[in-house]
């Protein structure tokens, strides 16, 4: 049940392969580069999401005949490019920082190599994955510093596109958060799920009581139940008479959570439910989550401020052209000279550097040669931050569904380690570490 | 090649449904709705979109194998539920809001009947194609405003979601753009494509003379050039002399814009270029266009910030339940009471009131008994507001498809005309008109 992706793309690719394969220069090797020019939002460090699904994306970026006429009747491109893209397969190479992997500006997130026409047509794709994912995983984990060893669920996907949504559970689970409440990001990507019930769930019922007890049966007293839907006070009595002191939990939604917090956790205790969990779920973002560290709340539900970046919507990144062959073979370092957006041009290889295991800087070692990339075993006081992610059209098998997750999750928590402390405070800054470009 | 929607949903609404199906509850019928307790970011009116998608994703939303397997397996809901679900069809109705119309705080946008358990697990669902996508309609309708009758491409895909993109590009359209770069917009909602050329053209060449010409040999003298990659004066220079003055269109993607356009203006006019057009294309925002409406701009290409709803990435709707039938079948309107979250319960007929052509409120005439509807006939002063979207599980077939996109535009064409010039401006504000709540 696979859908081409190959229409999730600018015109503006497409004319300009036409035009390529007109003047012979599409077939020029050429390598492409994702970044960031800054860190969007004021952020201390970026967190990479999407790889995976962007890998899966590719491999579905094959034009089909509905693609193929839409290209026709609207005179998009001529027969000889329809001709191209009907067999069109990325065979070529990109390698770049694995998922879950910090990042910092001028990251060579990604480095895509093969012909102009195979690499440029992937730009708007690459972006649209990149830029949405790590928005949401830089966003997640802000709050999962916020919220230290306290759970965190994903509960934005109403708040988001609905394929957004889906990527945004798997965005912010790689990026430190507990589950989702999202069970297609469960399918698909292996997040685990959870949930509570609305307040409709109540209002359903012609009490309170009969709400809490129709949930109680079927979902055991381990459950968590919504108390604000009336009075919350009488809620949380009502909840502790119809479960006992075994109630699982109960579930927040208004008011001001500091004090409500507080009253529900001494009412709880009074009525010998002192295990009861305490989870709050009214517009967090990481800065009420970090307002509430000294509150008795036991986890936190999180929705539109994760789903959509918590101000930051997109990270910022580009698809740049950095490097081609002339017409001779030979490789030519490019880059745009306009003041404003200048960039680096040249392949890149990039490393974090490390002293005693804390991360010291962004290293970006440039060559213009090509014949030479700088390689680990030149900086052995540093890590290599880029892996191959396809050769030769070929996916790297390790970073695809749910296992790719998960790697990736894992990844980032041992990555996340390693950052100065300056990188997890909250406030807007600069980056917390310096990127340093040097010539190969 | 549908895929299906029905995990696109949260878990608690199947956990519910799986406890109202054991106690009976689920089968009581409900009146849902969808509306928004505020204009999110301070916006003067609201505009809807969506809601064709909505209406595609609804059909869609069917559970097969894989679904029903995914629920099974990991026992979210028990096997009753599981049969339910597998027969699972939208049989209920809908109405609300046409596509493209304006709305303010508690608008009723949607208006959903039918039995608990088949209405109240499209929640999700419907919050998440409406809230995405009336947040991208209301900003572009913002910018469509200041862009008075210079034209406008939508350009934001790489920043968005790469399917929220497809709806960002069909929302913007809905509200006034009259392009986009997406081409997946264009093959599925019949949204015209534009596009012009990357800086990697450019690079990609020896010199940019060559790219010029390459670029107007295969898309003909009317192409629009980007003339920013080294030199923007030697670019326009470039650009003249490959094109001659009959050059379609420069594009400008970087610089002090006012500046700049003023700039490349009069050098085009030096070189006889007269006709030739400027689009401009930087991190435009509606205050951004608004800046612009005294250069000599002749078309905007606006990106990230229409895709995230510019500064707004999310409507900020939500899905209550508002009435529902007791145990021996008479109707209940409900709502929850918590203080800050508090809802109007009860079936609601909307109206706009006008004064000679010119809005003057929101009304929304709420019914406890449901015998009785307030009707267009009884309020000739004013626009009944709401339209059958769903009959009996059947959804209005002019609402779907491209043709439903063109007519949601012509109507928010027609309805923008009705608003007062205050809901025009551009700062945050209070909402346009005042929402006036009366019982039936």
Known sequence: MTRSTALLTDRYELTMLDAGLRDGTAHRRCVFEVFGRRLSGGRR????AGTGRLLDAIRDFRFGDDELKYLRDNRIVDATTVEFLAGYRFTGSISGYREGETYFPGSPLLTIEGTFAEAVILETL???VLNFDS??????ARMSIAAGERPLAEMGSRRAGEESAVAAARA?????????????AGRRWGVPTMGTAAHAWTLLHDTEEDAFRSQIAALGTDTTLLIDTYDIAEGVRTAVRVAG???????????????????????????????TRITVTSDLDEYAIAALAASPVDSYGVGTS???????PTAGLVFKLVARADADGSWVPVAKASAQKASHGGRKA????????TATSELIVVSDGFEHLSTAAEHPDARALQVPLVVDGEPDAT??????????????????????????ALSRSDPALPTEYVEA
Chains 1, 2 share one sequence.
């Not at 928005?135 to 997640?140: D, E, G």
């Not at 569904?401 to 390693?418: K, L, N, P, Q, S």
Request: proline fraction near 2%; charge should be negative.
């Open 135 to 140: 928005a949401v995983a830089t966003a997640a």
């Open 245 to 275: 002191s075994e109630l699982g939990g109960v579930r927040i939604d208004s008011g001001d959570l500091p004090i409500v917090a507080a009253e529900v956790r001494a009412l709880l205790d009074e009525l010998g439910a002192n295990g």
């Open 126 to 128: 690459a972006l649209s």
């Open 172 to 184: 912010a689970y790689i990026a430190g958060f507990s589950a989702t409440s999202n069970l297609e």
């Open 45 to 48: 460090f970026g967190v990479v």
């Open 306 to 312: 994760v789903v959509t970046g918590s101000g930051t």
């Open 399 to 424: 970073a695809l569904g749910a296992a790719g997750v998960a790697a990736a999750r894992a990844h980032h928590a041992r990555v996340r380690e390693e950052l100065p402390v300056r990188a997890l």
């Open 350 to 357: 990039a490393f974090r550097t490390l002293d005693a295991g």
